[in-house]
């Protein structure tokens, strides 16, 4: 009996042993579910704060196209803000040059990039790099090893590189330029990474289209600004010179012209315009499309200054002085032009009644004596050369 009850005691703490086993087994495997499942968590929400770091750099890179204008500013904002929110330790951005056979660098974020620009570092299209490759072909170019790469440039400045992507840059069907991404890591491109950083170089294509058409714009007003500038300035030129009368006086007694040019101060002559001297004079410039037509010339009868306001009602009537003085002109030149053209139609009529050639020119001369107010008008044969 105490032998039987020695095995059964046997094989219950056998058996105990084996639940323990059991359990821990049990217990061990669910531990490592737990970690396992703790580690997918962590890296769910690690690709959940890359996925928002990288809409966070999208909205970012948006924001920016939509509030700088300038190519100059806009390129190394873009390659900084790719940079922090995705990692990679350098971006770039390339642009064709006129030729279309180089892209050249001209922005990054990182201090290599800083001395390849200083140096106009270029890549020529079609024949260097992964760069030449994407601006020639218009396919984005992926480097997960750049030591396995036979397209990869080595650039000395970037000697951490060890993964490289360049997406092209289009405007329209053309490409003009590419996004330049490096990393130190291998295989640091994720399909994300790809899918994300080709939004951006969308975006960029589209920021570098509408600043370049800014810039357009910018000359061609500047241009037509200019041009405006010069007809003014020789319209009123003439204007000068085909009247004698060269301004007008108003005072007390009432409003005289002026046939002859005053003596102003050096401030009429533009010198100090706006500025008041010491006999309480003011001369503001009378000013058309940036250029000055004239002066208007006010004389305070008190020796006493004149206060801002007075100032500022002096130069607002300068203003409209100016756009009057214009619409003036203009009429008197639409009329003298109307005149014209009815004085041409008139002759025009008359010698094509006439079918005689001599009685067609005798006809010309004289109607053209009677408009010009001339004493004489000859029409005078010359020679062809070559014609007998």
Known sequence: KAEANEHAQVEANQELRNLQASLEQRVEERTTELTQRGMELEYANMQVRRRAAQ???????????????????LLPQITTVISEKFGFYHVGVFLLDEPRQYAVLSAANSEGGGKMIERKHRLR??????????????????????????????????????????????????????????SREIGAFRDEDIQMLSLLANQVSLAIENARLFDETRIALTEAEAVGRQVTREAWGRLSTEQKLVGYRYSITGTSPLNEPINLTETAR?????KQMEVSQVVVPIELRGETIGNLVVQSPSAGRLNQDQLDLIKAVAERVALSAENARLFEETTRRAERERL?????????SMNDPQAMIQTAIEELRKALGATRVEVIPQAIKGVE
């Not at 041409?344 to 094509?352: C, E, H, K, L, P």
């Open 125 to 182: 299209v079609g024949e260097e790099g992964i760069v030449g490759y994407a601006t020639s072909t218009g396919e984005p170019r992926i480097a997960m090893d750049v030591g396995k790469d036979p397209v990869y440039f080595n650039s000395p400045d970037l000697p951490e590189t060890h993964s490289e992507m360049a997406l092209p840059l289009r405007s329209g069907n053309q490409i003009v330029g590419a996004l330049d991404v490096q």
């Open 270 to 274: 533009g010198k100090g315009q706006g």
């Open 344 to 352: 041409v139609s008139d002759i025009t009529g008359r010698i094509r």
């Open 55 to 73: 809409f966070e750099a999208l909205a970012l890179v948006m924001q920016t196209i939509s509030s700088v204008r300038d190519l100059q500013q």
